[in-house]
């Protein structure tokens, strides 16, 4: 009932830029604190950026300068310009969120499916 679905990806060479888009649907009170994660295989899941619902932003020093977080709380997105792409940015990148439900009184943490980031050299 409640899930978040990535768009944007995709396969670009070095120094381009890609942008990606996280949309948040169901039955969904109030949305908190907003990011991006990545993932290569072997490798340990790493945070690229966070965004708060007040719009301040986190970002991993490897992507800071680089990539720029923002959200729509009406939309219930988030969105991450990726720009001077490298090589080393290749991963499976990830929504998450933290999101109350109308149901219950509690946040919960929820991620995407993910979505591919090549970028060629």
């Known amino acids: 009932q409640v899930q978040l679905v990535e768009s944007g990806g995709g396969l670009v060479q070095a120094g381009g830029s890609l942008r990606l888009s996280c949309a948040a649907s169901?039955?969904?009170?109030?949305?908190?604190?907003m990011g991006w994660y990545r993932q290569t295989p072997g490798k340990q899941r790493e945070l690229v950026a966070t965004i708060t619902r007040g719009g301040t932003t986190n970002y991993a020093d490897s992507v800071k300068g680089r990539f720029t977080i923002s959200r729509d709380n009406a939309r219930k997105s988030v969105y991450l310009q990726m720009n001077s792409l490298k090589p080393e940015d290749t991963a499976v990148y990830y929504c998450?969120?933290?999101?109350?439900?109308?149901?219950?009184?509690?946040?919960?943490?929820?991620w995407g499916q993910g979505t591919q980031v090549t970028v060629s050299s």
């Open positions: 169901g039955n969904i009170f109030s949305i908190n604190t």
């Open positions: 998450n969120a933290d999101m109350r439900l109308r149901t219950w009184s509690s946040t919960a943490n929820y």
